[in-house]
T-cell receptor, first 116, second 110 residues
């Protein structure tokens, strides 16, 4: 049981290049999330997917797109990378919200992205 | 805009002391609150969650919630150098997502 996995671990891009960050979970969770973490800014939600087939914007969606490929996988795409997108990206997953249940999120190991 | 506020620290305590971490939130509709620990260069890991007013204890950790004051705290008893990390407070958002504070850096000195 690997939990939440992310690839790649590190990536260096040039401005204008595109890339896709991959995330997969094996906990049969319905909800998945993409965050970015910058020094002094905390974790900020980029996009989330409450269930397979749905995606919604979070706090900082500009410059990103997402795909919920199936229940296990949720990818984040940078179409034209900018230096402002240099950050650490975390994927997380949680069970669907049930009455009285807490929305505990489990995080992947992160992807460190540098855009030059 | 819904916010979660934390003192960024660093909070420095001697080994064996009680570390007290605090958090306030703006959305009165939030029902669940979470404390995550994040070591440098690592991903956040859940310590505790709390959704009822009062205290919740788990080993050396106690979470406290006061919904009237919109205040959440985490107490770490018998602090150890291995507790040195950044502690993130999070509140449940209206759509099931989490709203995170910026974190408090804790340093436990031997």
């Amino acid at each position: 049981n690997a939990g939440v996995t992310q690839t790649p671990k590190f990536q260096v891009l040039k401005t204008g290049q595109s890339m896709t960050l991959q995330c997969a979970q094996d906990m049969n969770h319905n909800s998945m999330y993409w965050y970015r973490q910058d020094p002094g800014m905390g974790l900020r939600l980029i996009y989330y997917s409450a269930s397979e087939g749905t995606t919604d914007k979070g706090e900082v969606p500009n410059g990103y797109n997402v795909s919920r490929l199936n229940k296990r996988e949720f990818s984040l795409r940078l179409e034209s990378a900018a230096p402002s997108q240099t950050s650490v990206y975390f994927c997380a997953s949680s069970e669907a919200r049930l009455a009285g249940a807490q929305e505990t999120q489990y995080f992947g190991p992160g992807t460190r992205l540098l855009v030059l | 805009q819904k916010e979660v506020e934390q003192n960024s620290g660093p909070l420095s305590v001697p080994e064996g002391a009680i570390a007290s971490l605090n958090c306030t939130y703006s959305d009165r509709g939030s029902q669940s609150f979470f404390w995550y620990r994040q070591y440098s260069g690592k991903s956040p890991e859940l310590i505790m969650f709390i959704y009822s007013n009062g205290d919740k204890e788990d080993g050396r950790f106690t979470a406290q919630l006061n919904k009237a004051s919109q205040y959440v705290s985490l107490l770490i008893r018998d602090s150890q150098p291995s507790d040195s990390a950044t502690y993130l407070c999070a509140a449940e958002g209206s759509q099931g997502n989490l709203i995170f504070g910026k974190g408090t850096k804790l340093s436990v000195k031997p």
